[in-house]
């Protein structure tokens, strides 16, 4: 009996700190800066995309009226600032604030304010004409939120890639440290992380429903479909193995995403495989933007450190190639305030 109370012990302390570790171990922001630039770039272009006819999606006697919207939404609580706009006046100046927030943050500019207004900017305009969203509007939803999550506990010294460090770091009169590892940055990328394992799984459990991705034609019924057809490829019906392995693959790779993806030595296999399924979509079923965010959220596993070797060292390089220079250096001896 002892031997059983000492195993369950155990297992509740091992678990306990796994879990601490997991969530609340404080990580390195480079992760979420260079996802917080990527994914408020696509925020912005999407909602700037608006802007060819805001007042069809969004006026007063938009398409989607109250009426109908409230018969969509009865079910739940969906809440949209935009309601309030009345005025094709007062819409389109409060479309030009929301841009304007989106582009602060994805720039990095009073990133605790605006990361919370970007999220319910991005969650008003999905609410407002749920008949006009899918797949993309849901990620940049989700993605928006955990940003905002993280941005609340980074400070601007804080920050990575973003004007409020380098706005700080010019009041300084010394260069500031390393960005400090935050408790909100990691808890943010594990929401990142498991939202995708679970989006991919349930992407391919319900695909197992469907025939056509058991005998491996899937993907020629998508190749095949005129409205989604970007790029011609027809020529894969001279060739029906290469579509029953991109079908089987396919299907394969979001099932076990869930699990090959935190271990060390298969996470670089899954994410490689990530990009051909990814641009994919992107290029051949005209989904751009869909497919771009997809590759985007995966960033999430890739480590602080290699981020930062791989931007860190082009702003470095870049730097070195200026100081270089033959009209900067005259005599080729770098000054005394780089030597140091």
């Known amino acids: 009996m002892q031997l059983l109370r000492d195993y369950f012990r155990d297992l509740i302390q091992t678990t306990s700190a796994n879990w601490d570790r997991f969530w609340f ?12 630039m990527l994914v408020c770039g696509m925020i912005l272009y999407t909602h700037a995309v608006w802007s060819l006819n805001l007042n069809a999606f969004f006026g007063a006697h938009a398409w989607l009226n109250r009426d109908v919207v409230g018969l969509m939404q009865r079910d739940g609580f969906q809440w949209s600032y935009l309601w309030l706009c009345e005025s094709p006046a007062v819409l389109w100046t409060v479309h030009g604030l929301a ?30 004409a749920p008949e006009a969203m899918y797949g993309l509007d849901q990620i940049n939803g989700f993605l928006s939120l955990y940003l ?3 941005y609340l506990g980074i400070t601007p010294k804080g920050s990575a890639y973003s004007l409020d460090r380098w706005w700080t770091s010019r009041n300084q009169p010394r260069p500031l440290p390393p960005a400090s590892p935050s408790i909100t940055a990691n808890i943010a990328t594990r929401l990142i992380q498991v939202h995708m394992c679970v989006l991919y799984l349930f ?15 899937a993907i020629w019924g998508a190749m095949a479909n005129l409205e989604y057809q970007s790029l011609d490829m027809l ?26 993806i ?21 290029c051949c079923l005209g989904m751009m933007t869909f497919g ?5 959220a995966n960033l999430a596993f890739v480590s602080p450190a290699l981020i930062r070797a791989v931007l860190d060292r082009r702003t470095t390089s870049r730097m070195g190639h200026a100081l270089r220079g033959p009209k900067w250096l005259g005599n080729s001896r770098q000054p005394k305030a780089v030597r140091r």
Request: hydrophobic fraction near 55%; proline fraction near 4%; aromatic fraction near 8%.
């Open 25 to 36: 171990t404080p990580a390195d922001p480079a992760t979420i800066g260079l996802l917080r």
């Open 99 to 128: 841009l304007a927030v989106c582009l602060l943050f994805m720039l990095g500019v009073w990133t605790r304010v605006t990361s919370v207004l970007t999220c319910l900017i991005t969650l008003s305009y999905a609410h407002r």
């Open 148 to 150: 905002a999550i993280a």
């Open 203 to 217: 992407a391919g459990l319900s695909k197992l429903q469907g025939e056509a991705w058991w005998d491996g034609t």
């Open 235 to 260: 020529w894969l019906v001279h060739h029906p193995w290469i579509v029953n392995l991109m079908t089987h693959v396919t299907v394969a790779w979001e099932i076990t995403y869930i699990a090959l």
């Open 262 to 282: 935190w271990g060390r030595l298969t996470r670089p296999i899954v994410l490689a495989l990530a990009i051909p399924v990814h641009l994919g979509i992107c």
């Open 292 to 296: 771009s965010i997809m590759l985007i």
